[in-house]
Antibody, heavy 117, light 105 residues
Framework: EVQLVESGGGLVQPGGSLRLSCAAS????????MTWVRQAPGKGLEFVAN????????VYVDSVRGRFTISRDNAENSLFLQMDGLRAEDTAVYYC??????????WGQGTLVSVST | EIVLTQSPGTLSLSPGERATLSCRAS???????LAWYQHKPGQPPRLLIY???NRATGIPDRFSGSGSGTDFTLTISSLEPEDFVVYYC??????FGQGTKVEVK
């Protein structure tokens, strides 16, 4: 069974940093692109970033490019999202997700990031 | 950059009725690149349709996807009580539409 478990969310002040982690199990992690998706309170789903199987290619939504960094450790079956320069508008539930061909077939339960004074 | 526009924003129907949800792309996209998700409160989204019309594993056959070019449709042939939630289309595994909420009339 595919399992994706996020951790690292919490309350942070504007301008601060957080590092989200996602522990993957139940599948060959290194064989899949992986994605972070977020949902702000009362809003819809938003693609944040994704990363190629070997970590050599990354895509970011414009609003986080230069502030967030996606990475992975295939030896540890883990996905990460380093978030710097956080803003109030980054407040959201962040989902770790597994890519299949042009779709997402598995999702974690999400971790809440709150950016506030 | 491709923008996806979903309509209507809210669809008010009764159980047993047919639901037709629209997803329009700002420019022509490949059918293979279009997916649909169902999102219930407090749960992660669930993949319904990939490649424009392929049902994901375990998805009931009352859900179907169609369309090409710029216009895509998710159809729920007969609404069950658990279907009254929010639906999203997605392009290329990245861009999402803003969602359509299906509510009980």
């Amino acid at each position: 069974e595919v399992q994706l478990v996020e951790s690292g969310g919490g309350l942070v002040q504007p301008g601060g940093s957080l590092r989200l982690s996602c522990a993957a199990s139940g599948f060959t992690f290194s064989a899949y692109w992986m994605t972070w998706v977020r949902q702000a309170p009362g809003k819809g789903l938003e693609f944040v970033a994704n990363i190629k199987k070997d970590g050599t290619y990354k895509v970011y939504v414009d609003s986080v490019r230069g502030r967030f960094t996606i990475s992975r450790d295939n030896a540890e079956n883990s996905l990460f999202l380093q978030m710097d320069g956080l803003r109030a508008e980054d407040t959201a539930v962040y989902y770790c997700a597994r890519d299949v061909t042009f779709a997402i077939d598995s999702w974690g339960q999400g971790t809440l990031v709150s950016v506030s004074t | 950059e491709i923008v996806l526009t979903q309509s209507p924003g809210t669809l008010s129907l009764s159980p047993g009725e047919r639901a037709t949800l629209s997803c329009r792309a700002s420019q022509s996209v490949g059918t293979n690149h279009l997916a649909w998700y169902q999102h219930k409160p407090g749960q992660p989204p669930r993949l319904l349709i990939y490649g424009g019309y392929n049902r994901a594993t375990g998805i009931p056959d009352r859900f179907s996807g169609s369309g090409s070019g710029t216009d895509f449709t998710l159809t729920i042939s007969s609404l069950e009580p658990e279907d009254f939630v929010v639906y999203y289309c997605q392009y290329y595994g990245q861009t999402f539409g803003q969602g359509t909420k299906v509510e009980v009339k």
